[in-house]
């Protein structure tokens, strides 16, 4: 059984930090490509980073470029996001997913996590 699990969701002021984890269980982990999405109520769900399965290519949106940086952790089966310089407008709930083999953002990921919710207060 594939589980992804997030954590690390909380509120924070504008300009503080988080750190986001997604544990991934049930799948070879380093084998697979890894992202991460925000969804807010009422919107369509965004892109927010991807890394590649080899760890050697990362891609991010342009809303969050040089201030989020994806990270994985293939000994700990653990996917991170730093998130730094927080705005409001990145308040949301931050799913991570996978897709197999991945060396680029794929069209569709097969696996979700539940989400963790991210809120930044002005």
């Known amino acids: 059984q594939v589980q992804l699990v997030e954590s690390g969701g909380g509120s924070v002021q504008a300009g503080g930090s988080l750190r986001l984890s997604c544990v991934v269980s049930?799948?070879?982990?380093?084998?697979?490509?890894m992202g991460w999405f925000r969804q807010v109520p009422g919107k369509e769900r965004e892109f927010v980073a991807f890394i590649a399965y080899n760890d050697d290519r990362t891609v991010y949106s342009d809303s969050v470029k040089g201030r989020f940086t994806i990270s994985r952790d293939n000994a700990k089966n653990t996917l991170y996001l730093q998130m730094i310089s927080l705005k409001p407008e990145d308040t949301a709930v931050y799913y991570c997913?996978?897709?197999?083999?991945?060396?680029?953002?794929?069209?569709?990921?097969?696996?979700w996590g539940q989400g963790t919710q991210v809120t930044v207060s002005s």
């Open positions: 997913a996978a897709a197999q083999w991945r060396f680029t953002p794929p069209l569709r990921y097969p696996y």
């Open positions: 049930g799948v070879t982990f380093s084998s697979y490509g």
